[in-house]
C-alpha cells in the first residue's frame, strides 16, 4: 500500500542516465525500482542478463543512507565494485578475501555514510560483529542476489541464506529485494517463505529468451562435431565451450587451438593469473572462445556471446539454462548447442550414486537429473518444455527457432527392441557372476564375440546376435532414451545396467516405448532451416 513519492521516478531516470549512461528502463525494471524506491518488499525473477542489479543499485542511490547487496559470488565481488567505482558508485565490499585492514577501511566507510552499496557474502551475517556493525550504520535497502540459494529443494542450496530471514526482523523499516534466476514454482514459494516476504510484491519476467536458438545433438565425436559447428556457423565468434572435466577443458582447448580456432582454458586447477588472464582476453577481445567448467561465466557481463556449447550434460535445467543464458545478452542470433550422450547418463547417474550425501540429496540430485535429460529426449519444441518447467506456459506450441521445431524428430515404435535390452539385460543379472555396463549388451546384440563375450559364454544366450538391424550407435541410443525414461537404472561405480520396477511392462508387453530416431546427420545447420 505504500504509493511512490511523485520525484522518485525521475529521480531513478536521471541516476540511470546520468551514472549508467542507458536511455531507458527495461521490462520490469522501472516498476521494480520504483516499488522499492517507495519502500515496498520485492521478490524479482528475472532471467540472466535481464538486467536485475540496476534493480537495486538505483534504489540504493536513490534512498538515502547504504544499500547492503548479500551475494555468494565472492569471487565476482572485486570486479563488481570496481566496475561501480569506475562509474563513480562509491561501492565496497566486505568478505574473507580481505585482510583485517581492507576490511577496517570499508567498514569506516561505511559507518561514515560514505558508501551507496556494501556487497557482504551471506556467512557473514552469521556473525554477530557484522550484524552490530550493520546496526550502527543506515541502510537504505537490502538486495539479496541469487536467492534461489535459500531453496533447499534447488540446485545451488546454502545454508547460510535460511538465516536472511532475520534482516526483516531486525530491520522491518528497510525493504528488501530477493532477486534471482531460477523461477520454478517451488523456489518461488521457497524464497517467498523461508525470506519471511509475505508482503514482497513479485516480479516475473518471461523467461523466454527467443533470439536463442536450441539445439541438443547425439554424441558421436564431441570435438569434431564441435568443430563443425563452430566453422559451419560461428567462425570468427565469441563463446563458451563447456566440459564438466578439468582435463576435457584442457584437451578440447588444445583440439581447438590445433584447428585455427583461438580457444583458451579456463577451470579451477589453473592459477588465479592466468584466469583471471583469460577472462579479461574474453571480455575484451572479439571472437575468443573459452573452453570451461562451469566455474566460468557467473556475472560474466559481456553482450556478444554468439553461441554456448555443452560438450557434456548440466545436472539441471536450471544449470542449462543459466549457462546457456550467457549466450545473446544483445539480443542478436546465438546458439546454444549441445551434444549428449548414452555416457552423460551413465556417468551422472553414477556420479549421483556414489557421491556425497544423504539419500534426500541423491534423490533430489536424481530429480534435477531427469528433468534434464527429458529436456534433451524431448520431441517437443525445447523452448516450449523449457518454459514449461520454469511454470511459464509458452504461448505457442513451436516457437520455430529449436532444433525440434526446425526439423521435428521422427519418433518409432521402439517396443521390441527396448524389449531385447532389457531382456538382455535380465538375462545378464540373472548369471549374477558380473554385472556388466553398456557396452556388453550392445556387443551381445550385434553378435559379437569379443573376448569379453567368449569369456562369460555371451554368445551362447538366446538374445546372442538378434539385435542386427540397427547399428551400434543407434542401440546406444535406444539404451541412453531407456535410461532416460526410467526402463533402465544405473547400480554402482562401475555403471551396471539392471531393470526398474517400470521395465516388467514392456517385457511383458504391457507398454509400448516410442523412441525418438536418431537422426542421420547430427547437426541442424542454420542455412539449412529453410523458411
Ligand atoms: P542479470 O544480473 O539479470 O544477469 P545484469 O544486471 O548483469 O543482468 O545486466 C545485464 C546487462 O544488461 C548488463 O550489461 C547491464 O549493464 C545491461 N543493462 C541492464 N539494464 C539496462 C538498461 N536499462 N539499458 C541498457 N542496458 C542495460
Ligand atoms: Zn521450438
Redesign the pocket.
Known sequence: GVRPAPESGSEALAQ?HRV?G??????D?EAIIEHVVSGGDAVVL??????????Y?IPALVRPGTGVVISPLIALMQDQVDALRALGVRAGFVNSTQDFDERRVVEAEFLAGELDLLYLAPERLRLESTLGLLARGKISVFAI?EAHCVSQWGHDFRPDYLALSLLGERWPDVPRIA?T?TATHTTHQEITGRLNMPDARHFVASFDRPNIQYRIVPKADPKKQLLSFLREEHAGDAGIVYCLSRNSVEKTAEFLTRNDVEAVPYHAGLDAGTRAAHQSRFLREDGLVVVATIAFGM?I?K?DVRFVAHLDLPKSVEGYYQET?RAG?DGLPSTAWMAYGLNDVIQQRKLIQSGEGDEAFRRRAQAHLDAMLALCETARCRRGQLLTYFGQDPETGACGNCDTCLVPPDTWDGTIASQKVLSTVWRLDRERRQKFGSVQIVDILLGRRTAKVIQFDHDQLSVFGKGEELTEGEWRGVVRQLLAQGLLAVEGEFGTLVLTEASGAVLRGDREVPLRREPKKPAVSRSSSGT
Open positions: 540511470l549508467f542507458y536511455e531507458a528502463f527495461r521490462g525494471q528475472m532471467p540472466t542478463g535481464g538486467g536485475k542489479s540496476l534493480c543499485q542476489d532477486l534466476a556475472g557481463d553482450p543464458g545478452r
